[in-house]
C-alpha cells in the first residue's frame, strides 16, 4: 500500500502516554478504570516493533505552565466549572511538574525516541515543533497512537491531512476517557475524510519493504 505518496517516511506521534491519562494513582483525566494496562501494553509492543524497524518516535506531551494557560480555552472553562463534566478537572491537568506530565515508563527510550512537551491544545501541531521535526526528518507518514481519540488524535488527525500529511491511526493503540462509542465514532470520522485506520500489525504488514 502506497498511503498516496511516492516512498512511505514513517514516523509514530504518540499522544498524551502519560500518567495524567494513564496512571490511576495520579491521573487528573483518567481513561476508563481498567483499560489503562491495555492501552499501555498495545502501546509498548507497537513502540517496540517500531523501534526494531527504525522508525522514529516522537512523544507528544500536554504541559501547562500555569492554569492560565488553560483557562485561555472558554470551552475547557466551562468544563472545569462543571462538577458532572468528565473534563472537571480541566484546570488541574499536567501543570508543569505535577507527575502526570511523565510519559508512562516502558514507553519511552530516552536514547532514541524524540518529545515535544509543549503540546497544550489537542491539535498536536499548535504551538509545538512538531512540524520542524517532521520536515527537518524528511517524514511524510504519520502514524498516530494514544489518547484521546475523539479529541487529541482526531485534532491532529485533521490537522496533520490539512498539511498533506498521509496520516494512520493505529486502532488498537489509540483509547479515549469518554467512552467506546466516542471511541468508534472518531475513529469512522478519521477513516472518512483525514486518513487510514488500521490495526498494528495490518500497519506492518503494509509498510513491510517500505520503510
Known amino acids: 500500500m502506497s498511503f498516496g505518496v511516492d516512498v512511505v517516511r ?5 499522544i498524551d502516554l502519560h500518567r495524567g491519562h494513564l496512571d490511576p494513582s495520579v491521573a487528573t483525566m483518567p ?5 489503562e494496562r491495555r492501552i499501555i501494553e498495545a ?3 507497537f513502540l517496540e516493533q517500531c523501534r526494531a524497524a ?9 504541559t501547562y505552565r500555569d492554569v492560565a494557560e488553560i483557562r485561555s480555552n472558554p470551552f475547557w472553562r466551562t468544563r472545569a466549572a462543571d462538577p458532572s463534566s468528565a473534563r472537571k478537572n480541566a484546570e ?22 524524540w518529545v515535544v512537551n509543549s503540546k497544550k491544545r489537542y491539535d498536536c501541531f499548535v504551538a509545538t515543533d512538531l512540524e520542524f521535526i517532521l520536515e527537518k526528518h524528511g ?8 489518547v484521546n481519540t475523539n479529541s487529541c488524535v482526531l485534532a491532529t488527525a485533521a490537522s496533520a491531512c490539512s498539511r498533506d500529511y498521509a496520516v494512520i491511526v493505529v486502532a488498537d493503540c489509540v483509547d479515549t476517557m469518554d467512552g ?3 471511541h468508534r465514532s472518531a475513529l469512522l470520522c478519521i477513516q472518512t475524510a483525514f486518513g487510514w485506520v488500521m490495526p498494528s500489525q495490518e500497519v506492518f504488514r503494509s509498510l513491510r519493504g517500505q520503510s
Do not use: W
Open 180 to 182: 467506546p462509542d466516542l
Open 139 to 146: 517524514i511524510n507518514t504519520l502514524l498516530l497512537t494514544g
Open 43 to 45: 502501546n509498548r509492543l
Open 31 to 35: 481513561v476508563l478504570p481498567g483499560s
Open 92 to 113: 488541574r491537568h499536567n501543570l508543569e511538574g505535577s507527575p502526570g506530565c511523565e510519559i508512562i515508563p516502558g514507553l519511552y527510550e530516552s536514547t532514541r525516541d
Open 54 to 62: 527504525h522508525i522514529p518516535i516522537i512523544h507528544l506531551v500536554t
Open 10 to 14: 514513517p514516523a509514530v506521534v504518540a
